[in-house]
């Protein structure tokens, strides 16, 4: 009895060592970030910005994810690839310590962007950031909105003038005639 229990104890104590390492593995990666919840406007530029440390080459995976969406940004390995999604090539910026640009901002970019460090002896962990991107639309209308109000006050104006104008040559035009018919008649009567 005494035996079995004595053998007991040494399997708990080594269930708990391994325990204990696997914990100490997982903590390895750390993953710092000064800011996880970013606000920004349609056409600007977000900067993720993380410290990753961990033993070994971290290999750095970013995902979007926004309600039933889930897309893979891209993937790299500081000083060995980067592998960025065809659809984000031409926006996304890669660095090497995990962080992460995004530039031209559009509507469908918000949502939620989780980095996922893995380290080589495959132990995991991840942070999401959530991105709010604003629409610049309300005042972009208001400004259109007097522009156009202005710009039609203006036409308005110039064919209230021109109408005006019209009218005055007429009437100018007129008066000249009924003052002219007399003396031209008078003049070319004479000869006669
Ligand atoms: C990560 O690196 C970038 C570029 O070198 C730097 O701007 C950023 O501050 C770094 N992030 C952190 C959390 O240290
Ligand atoms: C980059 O990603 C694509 C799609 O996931 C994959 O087919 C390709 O092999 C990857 N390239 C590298 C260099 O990892």
Redesign the pocket.
């Known amino acids: 009895m005494w035996h079995f229990r004595l053998w007991d104890v040494q399997d708990v104590a080594v269930f708990l060592s391994i325990t204990l390492y696997m914990c100490h593995l997982a903590e390895a990666i750390s993953i710092?970030?000064?800011q996880r919840s970013l606000t920004r406007s349609v056409q600007e530029d977000v900067?993720f910005?993380?410290?990753v440390t961990c033993n070994g080459i971290p290999t750095i995976q970013w995902t979007f994810m926004s309600g039933v969406v889930s897309r893979s940004i891209g993937i790299w390995q500081p000083g060995m690839y980067t592998n960025v999604t065809a659809d984000y090539s031409s926006r996304v910026q890669a660095?090497?310590?995990?962080?992460m640009g995004l530039s031209d901002l559009r509507i469908q970019d918000a949502g939620y962007y989780v980095i996922t460090v893995i380290e080589t002896g495959g132990s995991s962990k991840d942070t999401g950031f959530v991105l709010k991107v604003n629409e610049v639309l309300y005042e972009d209308l208001q400004y259109l909105s007097v522009s156009a109000l202005a710009l039609a006050c203006l036409a308005a104006l110039l064919m209230l003038t021109m109408w005006l104008l019209d009218k005055a040559y007429r009437k100018i035009m007129a008066w000249r005639r009924r003052r002219q018919m007399p003396e031209n008649d008078a003049t070319e009567l004479q000869p006669l």
């Open positions: 710092h970030s000064p900067f910005s993380v410290d660095y090497s310590n995990g962080s």
